[in-house]
């Protein structure tokens, strides 16, 4: 009788633990037709790998990302900003509320992976950049290719 009740206990237990991992499973899932932040991360860097005309140097990259959310691109921003297009609220979401900003552009740091810029009002009052872009590259056939990574 105690070898059944201990059995019985351990067979419970295997299948709470089977339904717990399942649970955490699905609640980790994307939205159907979110990409994952790797997902969208690797279609960016693939696509930035094959095009045959690309920003040549770290603050061409960071120009032309804030041209493409002025005209409102945000299929181009999410592939200068790779994983970007796993945003939660997405390009469209954040830039809704976007005024028309003008932006100046700083020598990049030695290493290519950081460009100073700030709003060119702020630089005219200022005489100095309030904000940074963070990049990284990958080294494609057609050269050394910069994308961002993170900025403010």
Do not use: H
């Not at 419970?12 to 994307?30: D, E, G, P």
């Not at 997902?39 to 930035?48: N, S």
């Not at 309030?130 to 994308?147: A, D, N, P, V």
């Amino acid at each position: 009788m105690i070898k059944g009740k201990i059995r019985l206990s351990v067979v419970l237990t295997i299948i709470v633990c089977f339904a717990s991992v399942a649970l955490l499973a699905s609640c980790s899932k994307q939205p159907a037709g979110k990409k994952t932040f790797e997902e969208a991360k690797d279609e960016a860097l693939t696509i930035i790998a094959a095009r045959s005309e690309w920003p040549g140097s770290p603050e061409a990259v960071a120009k032309a990302f804030w041209e493409a959310r002025a005209s409102k691109n945000y299929t181009e921003m999410e592939i200068l900003w790779p994983g970007s297009g796993s945003l939660e609220r997405g390009w469209a979401e954040i830039c809704k509320s976007d005024a028309p900003v003008k932006y100046v552009f700083g020598e990049p740091s030695k290493d290519g992976s950081e460009v100073p810029y700030a709003s060119e009002e702020y630089f005219n009052k200022n005489g100095s950049y309030s904000l940074t872009m963070r990049l990284s590259s990958i080294q494609t056939e057609k050269g050394r290719r910069y994308y961002i990574t993170s900025g403010n």
